[in-house]
């Protein structure tokens, strides 16, 4: 890796909001209403995904990087209008990876779950109110973001766990059979999804970003008393 961050601009498709996703570091994605903008959000945000790099074994990598390249702009979705998120391929999303790349982004979606599970143990149940989700406490957050993975999951033939039943044992077991079902659609050259195919990039960051999106929301909601 070099000592710049490639990032791509995926534009709505009626200009009202951008995402700016960097390829090479699943997760970190940041939307807002133009590409500088964006661009700007998604810089405040690399301290933020530092752990995240660390945890994976690619911290030194990552913190080396001191620019942005902006390497592609591609059309969005109506969803990335309306939320800023990515929600289309873009060129990267479909190329092919070798099996050294596909360990290497498992790692970090791998690290992406560690950091989101660390906040989850450390932050207040209770959370700080506002507009997003509804004022939605730190439960409500964690199950909406463990479901809507679990929906994805289903795209690799993975049949989601029960939430009355889950423990830390029986969300590693999951999270293992995710990534092994990755690699064997990987093997097998298959796209993710049964109508609606998702590219493993796609599917791969996209988990990812989902994942740090709500990580750093319950790390900006939380009420734990900050020491002096």
């Known amino acids: 890796m070099s000592d710049r961050l490639r990032v791509m601009l995926e534009i709505g498709p009626k200009g009202k909001k951008v995402a700016a996703v960097a390829p090479d570091w699943p997760g970190l994605s940041r939307g807002a209403k133009t590409g500088d903008e964006a661009i700007v959000k998604l810089r405040a945000y690399i301290p933020r995904y530092s752990p995240v790099a660390r945890l994976a074994g690619m911290g030194s990598a990552f913190e080396a990087i001191d620019e942005i390249d902006v390497v592609e702009e591609y059309q969005g979705t109506g969803s990335t209008d309306f939320w800023g998120i990515s929600f289309a391929f873009s060129t990267f999303d479909k190329q092919e990876m070798t099996a050294g790349e596909l360990e290497r982004e498992l790692r970090l979606m791998q690290a992406c779950w560690a950091f989101f599970d660390g906040v989850r143990r450390r932050v207040s149940a209770e959370m700080q109110k506002g507009p997003r989700g509804g004022g939605r406490d730190r439960d409500r957050i964690v199950h909406h973001t463990l479901a809507a993975e ?7 033939g993975i049949d989601p766990p029960d939430f009355a039943t889950l ?12 990534c092994r079902a990755i690699r064997e659609y990987h093997s097998e050259g298959k796209m993710a999804g049964s109508r609606a195919k ?13 994942t740090m999106d709500h990580a750093w929301e319950m790390e900006d909601k939380d009420l734990t008393p900050k020491a002096a």
């Open 150 to 156: 679990w929906d994805w999951a289903k795209g690799v």
């Open 167 to 178: 423990t830390d044992e029986g969300l590693q077991a999951y999270r293992d059979a995710y």
């Open 198 to 210: 998702w590219p493993l990039r796609y599917l791969i960051r996209h988990t990812a970003f989902h």
